[in-house]
């Protein structure tokens, strides 16, 4: 092999994960390029790049420090790898995934090929209809507590090859940076943020847990779903469920991990069928972005009371939000089929999304985008359309006749 560059990375793969960078998009790191100048001196940069990757000399900067606010009002610390530091970082990902993807387990649904969150919950739901106890676990910071030398030997276990454990040992150990500031060593996690944190997450927590629990807690009393570090486990008794409980925190400190102490709880999935079965227990949780609880359904003997997944009342906030921050309301210079050409896809990929289980849930939302859609019929045709009840009414007339406008209106008007 070439003595200059003894590993084995062709320009083929770095191109590749230049155009799965690119598609993915992403903010600027450390250095503020964007993949627009990034690509000004597109050849110069993947060349320079595969070279210092092949010959063993790519050291990747700091990762940008960017803190976005938690749903439990803290914050959450993102790590933002340059563009070229992502194009690298991809690079490694395609070469070790196909090799450990297939080995993990059935039940782990994160960033994973042909697996989703939606796939999660509806596991999730199937679940907790046949095992009454949920054990809810919340490990505390757990991108950014993850032990390197720990996560390296099982690393290791899924590959010889000299370079991708070279370079990861390197994005490890690469500081943290805001702008502005001196950069910070790291010795612990894998910042959230980067390209190859999400599978080394699942590597970690593959043998931290899911081949762990598999062993020691037999189906069909027990299942458990993992998106990433989101973790439900499921129990046919309270007792099981706190045996569970004690376990899995042995297990996790074992693995120099902490359950939150106020985050993770034992709840009942109540339902119709488990009314007051543990009183003093939570009867609801979150999980990707659905609150589980007991709600009024209707199924084929007609009404009844299930546990069912609903969007919950965080993702509909922020939904709420974001509806407003369009100030659709002073838009009166667009025409209809023009906010349909510019908000439908979002609108759609919320549908998609939120309205797969319980969709009664989502009737603020629409509500919501209502208000503002009257907001900007009375501003459109003033003087044709002179107050609100004529604007809503003119609203829910175009919904019917145009469901196909918004994904909100084709659910109720199709």
Known sequence: MDKIRPFDISKQEVWRAYEQVKRNKGAAGIDEETIKQFEDNLKDNLYKLWSRLSSGSYFPPAVKEVSIPKKDGGQRKLGIPTVADRIAQTVAKNRLEPKVDPLFHDSSYGYRPKR????????????????????????????????????????????DCKWVLLYIERWLTSPMQKVGEPAQPRTKGTPQGGVISP??????????????????????????????????????????????????????????????????????????????????????????????????????QGLYDGFMPGMSKQARGKIQDTIKSWHIGRRGDLSIEEMSRDLNPVLRGW????????????????????????????????????????????????????????????????
């Open 199 to 300: 599978l080394l997450a699942n590597i970690f927590l593959h043998h931290a847990f899911d081949t762990w629990f598999e062993a020691k807690f037999s189906k069909p009393r027990f299942a458990f779903e993992r998106y990433a570090d989101d973790i439900v486990i499921h129990c046919m008794t309270l007792n099981e469920a706190q045996m569970v409980f004690e376990k899995v925190k042995q297990r996790m400190q074992l693995c120099k991990l902490e359950l939150h102490p106020e985050k993770t709880k034992i709840v009942l999935c109540e339902d119709g069928r488990r009314v007051g079965w543990g009183t003093g227990y939570p009867t609801c949780f979150d999980f990707l972005g659905f609150t589980f609880k007991k709600r009024t359904v209707r199924g084929k």
């Open 116 to 159: 989703s969150a939606l796939q999660a919950v509806e596991a999730c739901k199937i679940n907790c209809w046949q095992k009454g106890w949920v054990v809810d676990l919340d490990i505390k910071g757990f991108f950014d507590n993850i032990d390197h030398e720990l996560l390296m030997r099982v690393v290791r276990k899924h590959t």
């Open 351 to 414: 549908v998609n999304y939120y309205g797969q289980h319980y969709k009664r849930a989502f009737a603020p939302i629409r509500y919501q985008f209502h208000i503002q859609l009257t907001r900007w019929a009375l501003r459109k045709y003033r003087g044709k359309i002179n107050c609100r009840a004529h604007a809503t009414k003119w609203i829910y007339q175009l919904a019917r006749k145009h469901p196909n406008y918004f994904a909100l209106w084709e659910e109720f008007y199709d």
